[in-house]
């Protein structure tokens, strides 16, 4: 029985999962600049405090009515619904497949914002980005433009009918594109979703479950090791 992430390391060869080794949870207390938001309300939310409407630790924000994608179109949605499926080895009907399809769409709607705002950093902020997040990370921020790789990934799968495959030719031509050493815009996009579903699933509450996170704990000895720590 394979486990999700052995799963994820075998679709694909592992590149994106390659030196992975979770979730860095630590914040440091830096002035002004580009950061990512603090995940110090995961460990809060799941140790079962209320989470208070609109506040800090509130998660998700229940949505009322049918879910409207912000920049994919309808059919390009579903698309997205079955190759997050297949990424995660689920089935497309599972609650946490529509909330990572979700939050890719809201993310790619929000890209050309984002790096239109990292563009236009003031230099000493841009430089404290540089210190933290590594002068690559912060190029890929100001360069990278996820809608259209999403596009071209999207109409490169159209013009290979991946909408009229069954699920075990979706599988294949997913693999295939995983696995291809020619770089074209199914690989670009492939590649780009598949970092996107593993950030969106261990930063999941399922995601997190499975990680076996429960916030700002310790054990006494490490797990497993018992025999040699008592």
């Known amino acids: 029985m394979q486990t999700r992430r052995q799963w994820l390391l075998q679709l694909g060869g592992g590149a994106v999962l390659a030196g992975w080794s979770g979730i860095d949870l630590t914040a440091a207390e830096l002035p002004p600049g580009v950061y990512e938001p603090s995940r110090d309300h995961l460990g809060h939310a799941l140790a079962g405090h209320p989470v208070a409407p609109g506040g800090d630790t509130e998660l998700v924000q229940v949505r009322t009515g049918t879910f409207q994608p912000a920049f994919l179109q309808p059919g390009q949605y579903r698309t997205m619904v079955q190759l997050v499926a297949i990424i995660l080895g689920e089935t497309p009907d599972t609650a946490i497949v529509h909330e990572i399809a979700e939050w890719i769409d809201l993310t790619v709607s929000e890209s050309a914002a984002v790096r239109a705002t990292a563009r236009t950093l003031a230099p000493p902020h841009r430089t404290l980005a540089i210190h933290h997040y590594g002068a690559e990370s912060v190029r890929k921020l100001e360069e990278f433009d996820a809608q259209k790789v999403v596009r071209e990934g999207l109409a490169w799968l159209e013009t290979n009918e991946f909408g009229r495959l069954d699920a075990q030719q979706q599988l294949a031509l997913v693999h295939r594109i ?30 997190l479950d499975e990680l076996g996170y429960r916030g700002n704990a310790f054990y006494a000895s490490p797990p497993g090791c018992e025999h040699l720590y008592g």
């Open 178 to 207: 995983a696995d291809s050493k020619t770089e074209n815009s199914g690989t670009h996009f492939f590649a780009y979703l598949k970092e996107r579903v593993i950030d969106g699933f261990y930063t999941s509450r399922a995601g």
